[in-house]
């Protein structure tokens, strides 16, 4: 498992889903369909969402956060881990408490 | 999106709180104590968990804001608390619907990236 990093445990959110997939490809390969707004284009098929960046650690960690308008904001972090077959990814979707999203948002528009 | 059907039951603040009201390990405790045991009170829960009496009361509170606990009918003199009815469902359900909707999208994804090869 890949090591908690500290901002990540500084999120108390509990209520995660988490998912995972082993693809037959380079993390590299992996990586440009999940940071990329055409690789994404490809199979994420969630338009109404908008998507802000959190953490970009190339080629094994992306945390993004998801905002819509009919969607309370939920984050979502890829972890990326070359494996014999490929390349396993793992993805953890969580709906932190509402003042600490609202707040990576704020941060996020100031950032932008 | 599938995952955009995890508001009806519940509106969105709602389940704001309910995910803010679970995100802390204390009310988690409460909770758990909760469905092993059917009911709870403060003195009960301050005698198990290593926290004020004033602090356990705060933390019920916080669940009661939620919805997720209650009062139950008074016995003796004793405030007794138990869960609320269908409170744990409505979260519950969205980490079903996000999971599910995650099982398509890493599929789409894989996909998309071994067609590429």
Known sequence: ????????????????????????????????????????????????????????????????????????PTRVEFEIVSVPAGTRVIVTESEPAFPISLLAQSFARVAA | MSISTHGAARGHDELGQVFAALADPTRRAMIEALLR?????????????????QAVAKHLATLDHAGLVERA?????????RLRDGALVSAGAWLADAESAWESRLARLKGAVERRR
């Open chain 2, 37 to 53: 045991e059917g009911t709870t009170s403060v003195p009960r829960l301050t005698a198990e968990l290593p926290i004020t009496r």
């Open chain 2, 73 to 81: 009918p008074a016995s003796g003199r004793e405030v007794r608390y």
């Open chain 1, 1 to 72: 498992m890949a090591e908690r990093t500290e901002e990540r445990a500084a999120q108390p959110s509990e209520a995660a889903a988490r998912r995972e997939v082993e693809i037959e490809a380079s993390p590299e390969e992996v990586w440009e369909a999940l940071v990329t707004e055409g690789g994404r284009e490809r199979w994420l098929q969630a338009p109404e969402r908008e998507i802000q960046i959190e953490v970009v650690q190339e080629p094994s960690r992306l945390v993004w956060w998801w905002t819509g308008e009919d969607e309370p």
